[in-house]
DNA sequence: ATTGGCAGTCGAAGGGTTAGAGTGCCAAGA
DNA sequence: TCTTGGCACTCTAACCCTTCGACTGCCAAT
């Protein structure tokens, strides 16, 4: 069992480690914290905590560092998110503000969420399956190649370019064209895959064939989730704290690259009951990521939970800050893309 | 005043210190390749390259390095671009060859490329001043947001999302749209500013508000050279080559981030008769970049010269290698581009 | 429960030595 | 004039040893 002041001790070994990087000794505790009392007696509390490992000893004779669980009890019971100062509110305003379409909000809140938390960024797509289609436009680019485009009221653009043999003429291609919009216009995405299933039959056996292929091309497009992506920002930050990470920070960059393990990692973030996920260090180790601790929270763009954003770092991170950093990001992009 | 064989010891100690990483004594030379001649020979031929300053010692009793100006002459005169093995061509072919639209072709280009040289890999977004405008589309995505989409022959979508105060009706929008069609269709990029000047003077008093904000975004839209953009990929290479960095490759990293810096420097870079750049170390001084070389070549899509696309690591990387990967994979998206 | 005191432990830093690689130079040979 | 073997010299990397200092853990006293 551990005291009441022995969590306060956890506390400051936290702040001070994640401040100075140097294990905390129970001199310079009774220094810089007002705890009134002696160093003998912070540290029985310290040996409380090495019991129930959520602090150790780099070797025998030095200060502690907090354990993975440490950093645990300290994120669930011990960290407060401090809000915002004023400055870091007005970066926001100004670095967001001004953005135009979805791609450049998400690569505004990027780089701001790096620069906010000093270190990597990551902002996931938002899904798409409760957009509704605004547009599809179908442009044919050169003889056989045809390009189609889905837009959507939330602003995404996605557009595939496919072949079509022996080519489709403009009056065709004007006809399927209308005849897609009236169908499809302000259904969800995931309507449209049944809908376009009944295309072929509205046209004659020889145009057939084309719409088939171009309808195939449209389902595939509108299915195409584009939460299989994510924005990265700020890997030099990596660099900046490659000490903290006792092998090497490259399985870091490479999965950051990989992306792919990113966004099952995010997938299986449970948020707490304030919205926000953090997994610390050995709990990502199923991911080959031991040392390093990520911190996430959802935002949704027009209704329904939709994405991830949030940042990795070693361990050894400022949560509290990073915390706040993030729900105050998460919940500017939201409002921000709520106004569409 | 350096000899023939002079020239050849660089080589040797250019390729052996670029695959060992370790400075190249004279003993190492004369066990390694076949000269013929004494290690007495070598030391008197590398003390003529220590004199014009191609090679260098760590310190006096080491092997000698390449200094940047021998690199120089390396790359000038001594490098041979073998062409690649089946095997990389096979890959290239693989890896490009079912690519469907330009951000797929440029993403999978600039991994494949960051695997051949196992260096940072960088492609630039080609310009479109030569491109032609296949579709404007405008959408209203809502009372008071309107999405503005232009698609050139390129393949290239450019979507921007503007506000109108009060809103403007589909009607409307509708005629704007078929007149901006009808109009720009099949002009090149360069030509819309002048085309769209004359719009507001088709339309209504009262439309002629919406109509000049309207164009004055799509002029904006058109004239946003997407060069200014690169795509990169191999950051983790950095890492691994982080011993080849006197100081730290944070700088690096860094002006990868901001890519400014790079879209600078490939601007300043000058093709050699085979149409290759090579700046090595100091050379990049100016740009912060001083102990890093870049290798570049330009690739066209339809018509002119368009972009770049290359890689930067290191000074002491495999030149000889680069440079051949580099052209291999410029030549094939210029073809595979080129069929559009 | 808290405290001061004290012995004990361990790493980091400094100094000194050694082994080895490599050069530079020179005088002799082709 | 170029090449060669020999040899003295230089300098680093590695190793060991010692010292210094920070911290803990324990204990007996409060």
Do not use: C, W
Not at 43 to 72: C, F, N
């Amino acid at each position: 069992m551990v005291s009441e002041r022995s969590l306060e001790v956890l506390r400051v070994i936290v702040q001070d480690y994640v401040a100075s990087r140097e294990p905390v000794g129970s001199k310079s505790i009774v220094e810089r914290h007002s705890f009134g009392v002696s160093a003998a007696t912070i540290r029985s509390d310290m040996a409380q905590l090495e019991e129930e490992e959520l602090i150790a000893a780099p070797h025998t004779s030095s200060g502690r560092v907090p354990t993975d669980k440490g950093y645990r009890v300290f994120v669930d019971q011990l960290a407060d998110m401090r809000p915002l100062t004023s400055a870091q509110r007005h970066a926001i305003e100004a670095f967001l503000g001004q953005s135009t379409d979805l791609d450049e909000v998400l690569v505004r809140t990027v780089r701001l969420l790096s620069q906010l938390t000093h270190q990597v960024a990551l902002v996931q797509y938002p899904s798409l399956n409760r957009s509704r289609i605004r547009h599809i436009e179908l442009v044919s680019l050169s003889e056989a190649r045809l390009m189609t485009v889905v837009i959507t009221d939330t602003g995404r653009v996605e557009q595939r370019v496919l072949e079509i043999a022996g080519g489709v003429d403009e009056a065709f291609l004007a006809e399927l064209r209308a005849k897609a919009n009236a169908a499809l216009g302000g259904r969800e995405l995931a309507e449209a895959a049944a809908i376009l299933a009944t295309f072929p039959d509205l046209f004659t056996a020889e145009q057939r064939d084309a719409v088939e292929k171009i309808s195939a091309r449209l389902v595939e497009q509108v299915a195409a989730n584009r939460q299989d992506r994510l924005v990265m920002a700020g890997a030099a930050n990596l660099v900046r704290t490659e000490e903290d990470f006792q092998g090497s920070i490259l399985p870091v960059l490479e999965a950051i690259e990989e992306q792919v393990t990113l966004l099952k990692l995010f997938g299986e973030m449970q948020p707490d009951q304030h919205g926000m996920s953090v997994r610390i260090g050995s709990e990502n180790a199923s991911f080959g990521l031991g040392e390093t601790s990520v911190v996430a929270t959802g935002y949704t763009s027009s209704g329904g939970e939709l994405a991830r954003l949030g940042v990795l770092g070693p361990t050894r991170m400022d949560y509290s800050n990073n915390m706040a950093a993030i729900r105050a990001v998460a919940r500017y992009v939201t409002r921000h893309l709520g106004e569409a």
